[in-house]
């Protein structure tokens, strides 16, 4: 108690020093200076606040936050480098123009046109089984959003089809009434790519202009109208390769796309989906936390957990196998690699086919056959088809680790996150079934479709797993901090709010205030945890909202941990017992997750 004393009398006697002291340490640490804060003020006006804190999140890497209401001097120093960053932070997002948080019809744009793109990518998968993806011969991205209008406008895109490889090689039998089917599917797949385009590029250009969304957002935006462009080209570049003569000839193939530019077309509508879905939930996330920031406070807390860390990476390789996966069956429709080996789960005699097939010296374009391997992986149609077996097999089997692993670490798994991954469960079975009767039954239209949808359905569910085990970001915590300041003043509640971020893992906050005397807080052991539990106190921050930190104190080169909890609510004399100063400690390691 006798440092307590000092420390309080060193605040109240000598400011001036202490603004200095942080100014220099601050100044040097981050390159800034920080004028925005008032310390004289808020070290005078101490004695009237008292600690009323509230459980936030791990403040090792991102964020420690509370209430406080007539605190005690000992926490001063912590309270004026909280202020200093938050005040900091707060004039940084006043200078720019933009807001720090998107409108909310952007996250339901995102949303919104996602629905269109999962539709487009059934539409392509349609119109690739019925061989319909060839009958437009022409690129022409305005003018091409008219369908023949008449008879005679009929006949002369029908005679432009005649002149491609595909009518002279395929389908020299087709008249006229069999290609207005085919070419209808081809331009209802053009159309509904101008639609997305339309529909997104649009809004996203008024949002922008209006700064209707953050900075970040805006880039993100940009980007995925980048993408949209970009697969226009894609599309027909991937159409192209079926037209083109030469390239059909240097190929060895027959009047088909290629598998590459069939595959690079699906991963980049799979990438727009994934953009739009990840973008428009953070959108939405940010709202979601004005609305009820307590509520969000706990969650950030539960997703900042160290256990989480390990979890969080296996489902983010999780997400890159289904990709790869889908990426593999682009090669196996690409190829028709589904119309052999239809028996599961032998391919022919034997489960694997023969050393001599998988790596077939045909496919090889070289004399010294250095392409022999990768050409074989990527051409070769029973190579093909045995790497989306065991892709698909892998993705089930992760998919089934990763929710028995789930059921572990159940409690500090966010409920939106454990939801989405049983649903996985679900739709991962659904598709391997799918994948074996498309197999089985000679690749039907419609199963073969469905298949495809199944496997956008899966990297949905995954990237939702993901996205709600995805650590707040900084714009998060600002707008969570805003809105509790919100929400204290509507309160009527006489409440201080304070935040830091750290940008350096274990950076020491260190203040000299004597020659004998120094404060050293270490960020790891500044934490909150919800029903901390010590010899016989039991803090729970439900039952006891005054619960505000741990933190490592050096007095004259002893250490010693101290619980900061208000005494209305506990009996400090019990941390004052030398005799529970080791207990104390180990407690404390426990808190600060080590």
Same mark, same amino acid.
């Given at each position: ?14 400011p ?7 100014t220099n340490?601050?100044? +040097?640490?981050?390159?800034?200076r920080l004028? $925005?804060?008032?310390?004289v ?10 600690t ?6 791990n ?6 936050? &509370?209430?406080?209401?007539q ?11 909280? %202020?200093?960053e938050?005040?900091?932070?707060a004039a940084n997002?006043?200078?720019?123009? #933009?807001?720090? /948080?998107?409108?909310k019809?952007v &996250? ?12 487009i990518?059934?539409?392509g998968?349609?119109t690739?089984?019925?061989?319909s &993806? ?5 690129? +022409? ?12 406008? #009929? ?5 432009k089809y ?5 009518f ?8 006229l ?8 599917m081809?331009w209802?797949?053009?159309?509904? %790519?101008?639609?997305? %385009?339309?529909?997104f590029v649009?809004p ?7 700064? +209707? *969304? ?9 980007g995925?109208?980048?993408?949209i462009g ?7 570049w ?9 390239l ?6 027959k009047p ?22 990840s973008?428009?939930?953070?959108v939405?996330?940010?709202q ?19 256990s ?8 983010? %390789?999780?997400?890159g196998?289904?990709?790869?996966t889908a990426m593999s069956?682009?090669f196996?429709a690409g ?5 052999i080996?239809?028996t ?15 790596f077939d ?6 004399k010294?056959?250095?392409d022999l391997?990768?050409r074989?992986m990527?051409?070769?149609?029973? $190579? ?10 892998? @993705?089930?089997?992760?998919v089934?680790? @990763?929710?028995m692993y ?13 939801? #989405? ?6 739709v ?10 498309t197999?089985?039954?000679?690749v039907?239209t ?10 956008l @359905? ?8 993901? /996205?709600?085990?995805?650590?707040p ?9 805003k ?7 509507k309160?009527?509640?006489n ?6 971020f +750290?940008?350096?893992?274990?950076q020491?906050?260190?203040v ?7 404060? $050293?807080?270490?960020l790891?052991? *500044? ?12 803090v729970?921050?439900e039952?006891?909202p005054h619960f ?10 002893? /250490?010693?941990r101290?619980?900061?909890?208000n005494p209305?609510c506990?009996?400090? /004399?019990?941390l004052q017992?030398?005799?529970r100063?080791e207990?104390?400690a ?9």
């Open positions: 108690m006798v440092f307590f004393a000092r420390t309080q009398m060193f605040f109240t006697r000598n001036v020093l202490l603004q200095s002291r942080f340490f601050f100044t +040097k640490s981050t390159s800034k004028s $925005t804060f008032d310390f003020k808020s070290i005078r006006s101490a004695n009237s606040v008292r009323a804190g509230i459980p936030v999140s403040v090792s890497k991102y964020f420690a936050a &509370g209430f406080t209401q605190s005690r001097q000992f926490s001063t120093a912590s309270r004026l480098y909280n %202020g200093v938050a005040s900091t932070a997002i006043r200078k720019s123009s #933009w807001p720090a /948080n998107s409108h019809a &996250g339901y744009l995102c949303i919104g046109t996602s629905v269109l793109v999962f539709a990518v059934v539409l998968g349609l690739r089984l019925t061989e &993806g060839l009958s437009i011969t022409e690129w +022409k991205p305005v003018t091409g959003a008219l369908p023949p209008m008449n008879e005679q406008d #009929w006949i002369e895109e029908f005679e005649k002149d491609s490889p595909e002279k090689l395929l389908n020299s039998d087709m008249d009434e069999d290609f207005k089917f085919i070419y209808s081809e209802s797949h053009r159309l509904l %790519g101008r639609i997305i %385009g339309m529909v649009l996203t250009l008024y949002f922008i202009a209006r700064k +209707k *969304v953050s900075l970040r957002t805006s880039a993100k935006l940009l995925i109208c980048g993408l970009l697969q226009g080209a894609i599309g027909w991937m159409v192209y390769s079926g037209i083109d003569s030469e059909l000839e240097e190929r060895r193939s088909t796309v290629s598998q590459y530019r069939l595959a690079t077309h699906l991963g980049a509508a799979f990438l727009v989906y994934c953009a739009m879905i973008t428009g939930f953070s939405l996330r940010n979601w936390i004005m609305k009820n920031p307590q509520e969000y406070a706990k969650y950030f807390q539960q997703i900042q957990s160290k989480l860390s390990k979890f969080r990476f296996f489902n983010k %390789g999780l997400l196998i289904v990709f790869l069956g682009a196996v190829l028709d690699a589904g119309l080996y239809n599961f789960p032998e391919m022919g005699e034997n489960y694997i086919p023969s050393f001599h097939e998988l010296p045909v496919h090889s374009r070289l010294d056959q250095s391997w990768w074989n990527l051409e070769n149609q029973a $190579t093909v088809q045995l790497e989306h077996r065991i892709l698909a097999t892998t @993705t089930a089997i992760l089934f680790a @990763t929710h789930s059921h572990k670490i159940k409690t500090i798994i966010p409920r939106p996150a454990y939801k #989405w991954l049983n649903i996985s469960m679900g991962v079975t659904m598709q391997y079934i799918l994948g074996m009767c197999l089985l039954y000679l039907p419609d199963l073969a479709a469905t298949h495809q949808a199944g496997a @359905t899966l990297l949905t569910t995954v990237l939702l797993v993901v /996205n709600n085990l995805k650590k970001s900084r714009a998060n915590m600002l707008i969570l901090k809105s509790l300041e919100e929400t204290a003043k309160s009527g509640a409440m201080l709010f304070f935040s830091f +750290k940008t350096l893992v274990d020491e906050i260190t000299d205030l004597k020659s004998d005397i120094k404060i $050293t807080g270490t790891k052991s *500044v934490d909150q945890y919800l029903n901390l539990k010590l010899d016989n106190i039991q729970d921050t039952k006891y505000i930190a741990v933190k490592n104190l050096f007095l004259r080169g002893t /250490n010693i101290y619980i900061h909890i209305a506990v009996d400090t /004399n019990l017992d030398a005799s100063r207990a104390m180990s407690a404390g390691e426990k808190i600060a997750g080590r």
